[in-house]
Antibody, heavy 117, light 113 residues
Framework: EVHLVESGGGLVQPGGSLRLSCAAS????????MSWVRQAPGRGLEWVAN????????YYVDSVKGRFTISRDNAHNSLYLQMSSLTVEDTAVYYC??????????WGQGTLVTVSS | DIVMTQSPDSLAVSLGERATINCKSSQNVFRGSNNKNSLTWYQQKPGQPPKLLIS???ARESGVPERFTGSGSGTDFTLTISNLQAEDAAIYYCQQSYTLPLTFGGGTKVEIK
């Protein structure tokens, strides 16, 4: 069974940085694209970033380009999201998600990032 | 970017009745490489992450009850929940899986009347 566990969320001041992690298990991690998807409190879903199987191709939504970096460590079945220059608009639950043909197949429980002074 | 528009924003349906949710994409999401429509439906219950319900517009995921039916092609899609059950109360999102950036509809909240 696919298991995705996010960590690293918390309260950060505007302009600050945070690194999210996702521990994956129950599947062959290096066979899958992975994504981060976020959901602001009481709002809808927003895709944030994708990374391919070997970590050499990354894609971002425009609103985070240049500020966020997605990466992965296949040896440790882990996915990361390095976030910098955070704004209040980045406040959301961030989900780690498996991605097959751009279909978001399995989701973690999410980690809450709150950007506030 | 492909804009996904869902309607209605919310609906209240009696137990055993039918709920119909519409999703419209601003561009055709038919993928010629596999002759399938790249339209995906998710269900999200309070306090939970979204759950994949239907992919390729009409392919139900394993374990999803048959009362959930996806249909449509091109730019217009529908999720139908027949014989609505109490556990179907949730927010439903459509998403185009055709091209990046992946984009979602705004969600439709289904409540039990």
């Amino acid at each position: 069974e696919v298991h995705l566990v996010e960590s690293g969320g918390g309260l950060v001041q505007p302009g600050g940085s945070l690194r999210l992690s996702c521990a994956a298990s129950g599947f062959t991690f290096n066979n899958f694209y992975m994504s981060w998807v976020r959901q602001a409190p009481g709002r809808g879903l927003e895709w944030v970033a994708n990374i391919n199987q070997d970590g050499h191709a990354e894609y971002y939504v425009d609103s985070v380009k240049g500020r966020f970096t997605i990466s992965r460590d296949n040896a440790h079945n882990s996915l990361y999201l390095q976030m910098s220059s955070l704004t209040v608009e980045d406040t959301a639950v961030y989900y780690c998600v498996t991605n097959e043909w751009e279909i978001l197949t399995a989701w973690g429980q999410g980690t809450l990032v709150t950007v506030s002074s | 970017d492909i804009v996904m528009t869902q309607s209605p924003d919310s609906l209240a349906v009696s137990l055993g009745e039918r709920a119909t949710i519409n999703c419209k994409s601003s561009q055709n999401v038919f993928r010629g490489s596999n002759n399938k429509n790249s339209l995906t439906w998710y269900q999200q219950k309070p306090g939970q992450p979204p759950k994949l319900l239907i992919s390729w517009a009409s392919a139900r995921e394993s374990g999803v009850p048959e009362r959930f039916t996806g249909s449509g092609s091109g730019t217009d899609f529908t999720l139908t929940i027949s014989n609505l059950q109490a556990e179907d109360a949730a927010i439903y999102y459509c998403q185009q899986s055709y091209t990046l950036p992946l984009t979602f509809g705004g969600g439709t909240k289904v409540e039990i009347k």
